[in-house]
């Protein structure tokens, strides 16, 4: 059964972590319809996950893309973004095993509430990242950010439009 709801990105910011090598790890998962996904406190390259994820919600809500596929880094774990018609997607969540694509969960949603939601995910990201003073590529980070916010800014100038 497909639900219409906005899932929600769940970054725990005291979690993160780096290892020796310059790893940075930290609990990244999401929560939709009282399911968590991959798990509840999963722990992952969090900055890598929260940008890759920015990154496909940017080619998708740019038209740039129809569909796209974001992995965690860790584990067999993907999250399928697909494009609808009037600023819907469809989120599948999906455990890739070699013999089997398990599919944990579905849900049709408003691509500009995911966005809104990556941005400020990926801004808290960075603000930790920054408060321990660690590279987070900085230049691209904030490309990615800018972006984004043109495209809900030009989202929201939309919506205007249509309410007068």
């Known amino acids: 059964m497909v639900k219409i709801e906005s899932p929600r990105l769940v970054f725990d910011p ?19 319809d009282n399911n968590y996904f991959p798990s ?6 969090a900055p890598d996950f929260v940008f890759a994820w920015l990154h496909g ?4 809500a740019s038209g740039q893309s129809v569909s796209e596929d974001v992995s965690f880094m860790d584990g067999p774990y993907v999250v399928k973004l697909t494009g609808l018609a009037s600023d819907r997607c469809e989120i599948c969540f999906l455990e890739d095993r070699p013999r089997a ?9 408003s691509c500009k509430a995911l ?16 408060q321990d003073g660690w590279e987070v590529n900085p230049k691209q980070v904030i ?4 972006e984004a916010r ?15």
């Open 115 to 130: 966005l809104e939601d990556a941005v400020s995910v990926m801004a808290v990201v960075q603000q930790r990242c920054h």
């Open 101 to 109: 694509k398990i599919e944990h969960g579905r849900v049709v949603t």
């Open 143 to 146: 490309a990615e950010l800018t």
């Open 40 to 45: 509840r406190n999963w722990t992952d390259l």
């Open 14 to 32: 005291t979690t993160l972590n780096r290892s020796p090598m310059g790893t940075r790890t930290g609990v990244v998962y999401f929560e939709f």
């Open 150 to 164: 043109k495209l809900l800014w030009k989202a929201n100038t939309d919506t205007d439009k249509i309410k007068s």
């Open 57 to 60: 919600l940017i080619r998708l």
